[in-house]
């Protein structure tokens, strides 16, 4: 990106409250079913019938709520948002506007080198989806409506325009989602469409206070399109400027195939729907006691637990950010230390081999096939000298084929370390007899040498000889 210029980057996300049936009706929110047979007379908009609010919705987003640190407003108000479209049968969606429930909250990100900074959240109100239409028939004459989704609670979030970078907006999404998992308020599966996101992208020269003239995007199902939908989209405003001409306030649609975004349609205003209270549901109102209820059912949330790990563990900030991201990574990063084994052994094995073999497949903690006890072994197997970092990790790749134990595996193959010193000693001489000139090299100062020489003895031991025993006997023998 040109560097006179930067980006300035506000995110609206759509959750999707895991509760079981919609916001104002009793219909399942199951995801994947026939459609239309989820959707009752108040989700397909019949006349003469009334909303009922789900009160689980109502206590999922006070959580939230406390989550970033925000204002729960006593009182809030659910208000019409007026437009027409064959996906919403009502007319009107039942929204939250001027007054929404929550507002004023704080969302602390977590940047690649360490630091953190906090990042404004306006606001997070109450809604209902929309239904969904079906355009894919073949015959190009008819299209369907399914309203399954009609109905289904979603809480959006509005963050301030004060984000920078693509990569903060990749941690602020990256910090909600581990919130949302945390408190069990949003399974935060971006691919399934539960949580959705809408960047709001502007550009300006560098010392400009002014806010350039934004586009939002729509149509991002991963943390990574957001972050390529903005780094285009910035550049794509800063060519246009460049060129002498203004940039449309617009919606763009990102096209992950073409790694574009495009016009939709010029952004509408807030007047254009129309807003007006919704005369069938009476203002929200919260109870102390109700707040205080779900004040006192917050777990750990990820900073707090990012910040014990640090104390606790001796981490870097970094690592305890990474090993946060999700309850369950924290559980298993937990239950691997287990009160005994070295923190930052651990950490390395479970971010660089097990996240490794776990993202080449597209697998989550929850499906390792390692757990917490056998990589622990694993780590143990290492420390107490019976295997090599080396070998470790043809073990590591048996137990995640065989999800056996790294004993039974070690048993098994006869990995076990060599730490007999005659025996490797014997090894030793009998290379340098056979190598006489390289030996006269390191004798003579080749310090390079020495690496060929290890080398040697691990074809000869098949990787079993213990390299730290391996390396004094050769410095013994050739330069004593
Ligand atoms: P709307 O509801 O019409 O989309 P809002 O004013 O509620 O508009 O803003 C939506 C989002 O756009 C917020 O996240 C806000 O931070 C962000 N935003 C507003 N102005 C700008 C701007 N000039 N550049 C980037 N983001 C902006
Ligand atoms: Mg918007």
Known sequence: MDPRYEMVIGLEVHAQVNVKSKLFSASPTDFGAEPNTQANEIDMGMPG??????????DAAIKLGLGIKARINRTSVFSRKNYFYPDLPKGYQISQFDLPIVEHGTLTIDLDDGSSRDIGVTRIHIEEDAGKSVHDFGDEKHSHVDLNRAGVPLVEIVSE??????EEAGAYMKKMRAIVRFIDVCDGNMEQGSMRCDANVSVRLKGVETLGTRCEIKNLNSIRNVMRAIDFEANRQIAIIEHGGEVEQQTRLWDAAKSETRAMRSKEDAHDYRYFPDPDLLPLKLTEERIEAAKAAMPELPDEMKERFIKEYTL?????SVLTLSRAGAHYFEALVDGKRDA???????TVELFGALNKEGLDIHDSP????HLGELVDLIEDATISGKIAKTVFEEMWTSGKAPKTIV??????????????EGIVDKLIEGNPENSELFRSGNDRILGWFVGQVMKETQGKANP????????GRLRP
Do not use: H
């Open 161 to 166: 325009p004060d984000m920078r970078t693509a």
């Open 49 to 58: 019938v009334l909303p009922v609010l789900n009160r689980d919705v109502v």
């Open 370 to 373: 390692i757990s917490p006890d």
């Open 468 to 475: 730290q025993m391996v390396n004094e006997i050769l410095r």
């Open 344 to 350: 930052k052994k651990c950490v390395n094995w479970m």
């Open 411 to 424: 048993e098994e193959k006869g990995l076990v370390q060599i730490t007999d010193s005659s025996m490797l």
């Open 316 to 320: 870097s900030a970094y690592d305890a």
